[in-house]
């Protein structure tokens, strides 16, 4: 359920690819992307292993230390040889400039220009000139999915990161517990604790005493005493905010706020250093919500510390129930009948977010799906800053998950799943906001990048949440399709002709134009058939008229995506089995192989004979688990080579991937 607009943009290098189309795409698949993400992970065993990441880990290290015993140089995480390409960012030049999720901010209170961010799949970056350039922190730690990160207020070069994004999407990694640095990001430990497969919301700091800490997970609320080295959970529940009084260590706040629902979900307060909470959900008429409440997001206000403002998601409906205020510490509660923030779609679940101004109580910042509110009188009125539409004035990614102001209060950044934003019209009746995202490269790809055959330096490559991307030989990359973007093909005789296969619900396009216009090429095939949400979907490599396309079963085109047939039975298992791979000999277009979500590999030796193609079963000696790839020998058609995703049991002992 993200909403994406793409703005038309010009490129004018390589092939051409031109202007991109205008999406609007509201994106409801969640359950589909779910079942694309985690089924190839967790099948046969039905889930992922705890710790799998931590010993893939160090089996490379094993690996590593072996080759250094031997005098060799570390085969694995080489880092010579390769050069990021990007996106870095996309879109660069025109008014729609994007990077990639980021999930936190944490500004130094000794220097406004120095901030760390979390991304959702990209790590932790720093920046020491207010966003300007970045820098990457943690490319070899445990997790690059990062979902807080705190800075100790009386030693700013303590830096917490919680990993495991808790936004409850369901391309949203688990973690593996906590990154700690005591030199402003230089090093890190990791603190697994009781997190690992956990997602981390949110981390606090006592500014009382720096040894005590809070944190919010999808397990609860948990204490430290020992600067994250142990752990103790306070409060059992799903956990979405943790917050000290800044002018009061022995006082704190914590949501509890299960997108679901539960009777636990609601405001706590601890007026002992977050040993022990009590709700306070209110009295006397003035009280919160009991029903209907799903996520919840806190906000303090620094100047007033007795007042608060909880905005509370309604899980019926996806939307906003209200924000709500207290000048009390939680004794009572006010609704400030807030627009609602999520009225697209109803995804307060995923982006919810707000900040007050560090010293005026009044002026409060929210985000959601699409908008941005502000209030200058304590809730009394809000006004909508932006909204994504048709007419949209400002040029901003949508669905917002932090803000955060500097020490001063005249700057406040944004982070969206777009990258990251600044404003200094904290108080402007007009309120502009700059990207900062051409330095970072964050952006989370699907499978299915497609080199253009006459061009090495022109690919296209789909991205969640930012399109269908055009890479030509430079760091910033175009948007040209989709919203959500899948496979993608290039064609060889004809070089300004591409296809691409959006997730599911927009299965194929053609241009013939460099990207000028697309047009809807799935004509034949049945949109009913079950399918992957990125489906696979290739170019024969020596007919670019020849294309296929795969569900349960095999389609194929032989005019350049005119008419669709199908060119197989099903060739899964059954149930709710689909296609996962294709690929074609490059010596014979006779041959061609599929690769499925229950672990079978069959091929045809007669392809082209359409309907007729007769299918055997090719999966002696391989495992019962997801089929992620299939290339095939350039000269000999009979050799071919498959990866598979998953774990043998349990324990997941190392198991071989590649066959």
């Not at 914590?254 to 709700?279: C, E, H, I, K, M």
């Not at 007042?307 to 996806?318: E, N, P, R, S």
């Not at 109580?361 to 009188?377: C, E, K, M």
């Not at 672990?599 to 019962?624: D, E, H, Y």
Request: aromatic share 10%.
């Amino acid at each position: 359920m993200k909403r994406f607009v793409a703005i038309a943009l010009s490129v004018a290098c390589g092939i051409s690819f031109g202007q991109a189309r205008r999406q609007d795409v509201v994106d409801d698949q969640q359950a589909e992307r779910e079942a694309w993400f985690y089924g190839q992970r967790a099948y046969p065993l039905g889930r992922i292993p705890t710790g799998a990441r931590l010993k893939a880990l160090a089996e490379i290290e094993r690996i590593n230390q072996e080759a250094r015993t031997a005098g060799l140089s570390p085969r694995a995480l080489i880092a010579e040889g390769w050069t990021s390409i990007g996106p870095q960012p996309t879109n660069p030049g025109s008014q729609y400039v994007t990077a990639g999720r980021v999930n936190s901010i944490a500004i130094d209170p000794n220097n406004s220009n120095t901030l760390y961010i979390g991304a959702a799949e990209g790590g932790v970056w720093k920046s020491t000139d207010g966003g300007q350039t970045w820098t990457p922190l943690t490319d070899a730690q445990p997790s690059l999915a990062d979902g807080a990160i705190a800075l100790d207020p009386s030693n700013s070069d303590i830096v917490y990161v919680g990993t495991g994004e808790e936004n409850f999407a369901i391309d949203s990694y688990y973690g593996a517990g906590i990154l700690k640095s005591t030199d402003a990001g230089a090093s890190w430990k990791n603190i697994v604790g009781p997190f690992l497969h956990a997602y981390i919301g949110s981390i606090a700091v006592s500014p009382a005493n720096s040894q005590v800490l809070l944190l919010s997970s999808d397990t609860g609320i948990w204490r430290s005493s020992d600067a994250a080295a142990s752990w103790t959970q306070v409060l059992d529940g799903t956990g979405t905010a943790v917050l000290f009084d800044p002018s009061n260590g022995d006082v704190a706040y914590a949501a509890l706020g299960n997108p679901f629902g539960n009777f636990n979900n609601g405001v706590y307060r601890s007026t002992d250093g977050g040993r022990t909470w009590q709700s306070i959900r209110g009295v006397s008429g003035n009280v919160l919500p009991s029903t209907r409440v799903g996520r919840i997001s806190l906000a303090i206000a620094p100047s007033a510390p007795s007042t608060l403002y909880a905005a509370l998601h309604d899980y019926a409906t996806g939307g906003l129930i209200d924000i709500f205020k207290t000048t009390n510490a939680g004794n009572t509660w006010s609704p400030t009948h807030a627009p609602n923030i999520c009225a697209a779609t109803g995804q307060c679940w995923y982006d919810m977010t707000l900040r007050v101004h560090p010293s005026n109580s009044n002026l409060v910042f929210a985000g959601g799906q699409t908008s941005i509110i502000r209030t200058l009188d304590g809730g009394a009125t809000w006004e909508q800053l932006y909204f994504i539409g048709p007419d949209g004035a400002q040029y901003i990614h949508s669905d917002y998950h932090d803000l955060q102001f500097t020490p001063d209060g005249n700057t406040l950044y944004i982070a969206n799943d777009g990258g990251m934003y600044i404003t200094t019209d904290v108080f402007n009746e007009g309120v502009n906001w700059t990207e900062l995202n051409d330095a970072l490269s964050i952006t989370q790809f699907y499978p299915g990048v497609a080199i253009a055959p006459a061009d090495i330096n022109t690919a296209l490559a789909g991205t969640q949440d930012n399109g269908l991307q055009l890479y030509q030989a430079s760091l910033g990359w175009s948007l040209v399709n989709c919203g959500d973007g899948g496979y993608s093909a290039i064609s060889a005789i004809a070089p300004l002709t591409a296809f691409t296969a959006c997730v599911s619900g927009d299965i194929v396009d053609r241009s013939t134009d460099g990207a000028n216009t697309w047009l809807p090429s799935q004509y034949g095939i049945n949109p009913n058939d079950r399918a992957q949400f990125v489906p696979p979907f290739i170019m024969d490599p020596s007919n670019s008229q020849t294309l296929y396309f795969g569900t349960f079963r095999v389609w194929q085109t032989r005019d350049g995506a005119g008419q669709w047939i199908p060119i197989s039975h099903d060739l899964t298992g059954g149930q709710e089995a689909t296609i996962q791979a294709l690929a074609v000999a490059p010596s014979d277009p006779n041959v061609v192989y599929a690769g499925t979500s229950d672990g079978l590999v069959q091929t045809t030796q007669n392809a082209l004979a359409g309907p007729q193609a007769t299918w055997i079963k090719a999966s002696t000696g391989l495992p019962g688990r997801a089929v992620t790839s299939i290339t095939v020998d350039p000269i000999d058609s009979g050799t071919a080579y498959v990866t598979y995703s998953g774990f043998i049991d349990s324990t997941h002992k190392p198991s071989a991937h590649v066959f």
